[in-house]
């Protein structure tokens, strides 16, 4: 039987021994701790030295590879070195295999997981292999090597600096004096330092006894990439709130074998030198043994994605939601505010709002950042494209730096240009404008309110909605999904916009699709405008008047999906008996933690809403651009949304959300509208009394007969 020695500078309280047989051979296999103590270390290899067949040597390894440069680490060779007569062994590369096949399987089995995370390596020189694994999904990555080696406040952020830090930091640690570095006022400052590194980080690779002295403040809710992690440490990671752990080491013969135990087995079974060990050997072992990552939930399953999504100020008024504008604005004169707006266009983005509480019936949560642009409509239309474009990739850097994997486009800069098309090619992160799950919350509120209307006749079965529709912007992103999916279920639908061409175009799709729908094009709204019983506008006006009230039939519903919206408050209050909904919004899962957007509790615009649900669904990419929405994604988005516990908000107005009360009072009123509306019967007439007629003469009664036959 041959002999396993594993020395680690782990805990002592934590040693084991087993025999099994391994690759053939029988062995025994058994852990010592040191608790820290290299002198201990020595001292075992020096006990062990003449009596094991191979030593694993639980410290750094002892060498690696930054850039293209070898480095030797000093204290693990001399370690080895105490050792002659057998194979002594770090495990360093068999570690390398193991820690990169564990993170691209997380990447690979949760999809994209390491996509933009923040991730912070406590030491990139000896983890260099692994940060070039996780370069290839984000960019977010800091070291701390100079902060943990020579005191220095600096963390490196790129891989280029990391190997320029390489080149020159052996020659300043052999300087530093070893009195600076152990003082109290250097290891309190280390100690700040790294746990703000920490705090911001969402993922840290770090050696798991280098975690004992950190907290919950540090380590709730990151994923930890590290090896030999024990029964025990998975109890205090969930202590802690750990939300996942990707161990490099596997559990085998129902311990947890560090990959220095693991390769000296392998050295010992094999009775090979460590040097004459191939990569493909490592790969058939691994493959025969059947091993496999390990992923541990130490509080259960758990996975955070991240979004963010860009807004902006609808009008001047919205300045004045700041105190000190608002006190300004009473007292100045009116270009005072129209000089903040116009400033405020070329204003730098910045994050609004943190948002979290998100939580799927899947399990799966989010969270994000809300980031404001300053430009209003009116100042977003002044200028060229390009301009707005440069704001959106800015916030897209933004939100890259921050962490979201996905990024949204809200109100006015979804449409600017080509409606995302550029911002989506040349962003650092995937863009979607929102307008697939605009239109389906659209149609989801109008469909909600006719319902709760019962204006309706009852509908045979087979048969379409005996009901008028029109959609006001027909051929923009919105509008054109609306008309698809309305002419699939109403009688009658009338397009308008003052695009002829592509409403001709538009119509001849539609009747591809749906043969049998009735269509009506028109440029002008109020033409048809008085038989309709549900419009949607979706027209980016900017605020230009786009239909009459006056001449909507009563108790028709009007949903508005433009931002700004195409009927003002004082436009609504004129027609108390039509039911005007601002759009369709979401009503989240979870309980949702943001800054006032202008909706209740736990409410999105379904733009912001298709975001989250992306985000939540774990779908990184590019869905929602430019102006031709298909409708098979506008259904996907409705069905994602159902997945993740999305619903329809209460239905808003311009002044809040509808209560059943303020329902039945638009019903009243607009059934009295139309009984007002409708032509009187007319009265019947009295019976006459019957005349005797005298008899005519021949001569008359042909008189008679020519005037009838003329």
Known sequence: MKKVIGISLGAGDQDFEFTTRFLGQRLNVRRLGTSGST?????????????????????????????????????????????????????????????????????????????????????????????????????????????????????????????????????????????????????????????????????IVAPVHELDRFGADELAGKTVITSTVNDERIAEFKRKGVDMVIDGAPRMFDHVLGPSVLDAMIIAATGKDPDEILEDDYLQIITDL?????????????????????????????????????????????????????????????????????????????????????????????????????RLLEAANMAKQLGAQIMGLGAFTKVVGDAGLTVAKRASLPITTGNSYSASG????????????????????????PFKAMVVGATGAIGSVCARLLSMVAEEVYMVSPETAKLLSLKESILKETPD??????????????????????????????????????????????????????????????????????????????????????????????????????????????RNIEWEKVREIYKLGLKHGMKLAAISGVNGVYSDADIRKVRRLALAARAKAAPAPAAAKPAAKPVAKPVAKPVARKRAGARRAG
């Open 290 to 390: 059947g091993m496999e990552p390990r992923v541990i939930y130490p509080c259960g399953f758990r996975r955070i994605n991240r979004f963010a999504f860009v807004i902006h100020p609808l009008s001047q008024e919205y300045f004045k939601q700041i105190k000190p504008v608002e006190l300004l604005s009473q007292v100045s004169p009116p270009i005072f505010m129209d000089t903040l707006e116009k400033a405020m266009a070329y204003a730098p983005p910045f994050v609004y709002s943190k948002v979290t509480g998100i939580k799927s019936p899947t399990g799966v949560e989010v969270e994000g950042w809300l980031i404001s642009v300053g430009g209003t409509p009116k100042e977003i239309m002044s200028h060229s494209p390009e301009f707005t474009y440069r």
């Open 39 to 203: 002198a201990k270390a020595a001292k075992l290899l020096k006990q062990w030295g003449a009596q094991a067949d191979a030593i694993g040597l639980g410290v750094v390894k002892d060498s690696y590879t930054v850039g293209s440069k070898v480095y030797v680490e000093k204290d693990s060779t001399r370690l080895k070195g105490i050792v002659t007569h057998i194979p002594v062994t770090t495990g360093g590369r068999l570690s390398d295999i193991l820690q990169e096949w564990a993170l691209r399987h997380v990447q690979v089995k949760l999809g994209k997981y390491f996509n933009n995370a923040n991730v912070l390596f406590f030491s990139g020189m000896t983890n260099y292999k692994l940060a070039m694994t996780m370069s290839e999904f984000t960019q977010n990555l800091e070291f701390a090597d100079p902060l943990l080696q020579l005191g220095v406040p600096k963390m490196l952020t790129t891989l280029d600096a990391l190997e320029l830090y390489a080149s020159g930091a052996h020659y300043v640690l052999d300087l530093a004096p070893a009195s600076v570095m152990s003082s109290a006022p250097v290891r309190q400052w280390m100690r700040f330092m790294l746990k703000k590194a920490m705090q911001h980080a969402t993922v």
């Open 517 to 626: 729908a009735k269509l009506f094009l028109s440029s002008q709204a109020d033409k048809d405008i008085a038989g309709m019983d549900m419009i949607v506008t979706a027209t980016s006006g900017a605020g230009k008047k786009v239909l009459d009230i006056m001449n909507v039939k009563p108790g028709c519903v009007i949903t508005d999906v433009a931002r700004p919206l195409d009927l003002p408050p004082s436009e609504v209050a004129k027609r108390p008996d039509v039911l005007v909904i601002e759009s369709g919004e979401i009503l989240m899962p979870g309980n949702v933690r943001m800054k006032n957007i202008g909706l209740p509790r736990n409410v999105a615009y379904a733009c912001l809403a298709e975001t989250i649900v992306l985000a939540l669904e774990g779908r990184f990419e590019n869905f929602t651009v430019g």
């Open 442 to 465: 659209a149609l989801w509120a109008a469909h909600d309110a006719m319902l709760r209307l019962n204006l309706l006749p009852p509908v045979k079965d087979g048969q379409k909605v």
